[in-house]
C-alpha cells in the first residue's frame, strides 16, 4: 500500500469514525470540492493543491 493510500484510508476512518451531523458536514464540503475541481478541471487541481499547501504552511 502506498503512502498515499494509507493517507486515504486514514481519512475515510476519521470522517466515518466523525458524529453523524460532521460527517455529512465533511462529506457535502468534499461533494463541493470535487465539483469545483471538476468545473475548473487542471485549474482546480492546482487551486486545491495551493490551498493545501498554505494551509499546511500556517501551522
Avoid: P
Wanted: hydrophobic letters at 50%.
Amino acid at each position: 500500500m502506498t503512502e498515499e493510500q494509507q493517507t486515504l484510508r486514514l481519512l475515510k476512518f476519521t470522517v466515518a469514525s466523525m458524529a453523524e451531523d460532521d460527517r455529512r458536514r465533511v462529506e457535502a464540503a468534499a461533494a463541493d470540492l470535487r465539483e469545483m475541481v471538476k468545473i475548473y478541471g487542471d485549474h482546480g487541481v492546482i487551486a486545491l493543491a495551493l490551498v493545501g499547501a498554505e494551509m499546511q504552511a500556517a501551522d
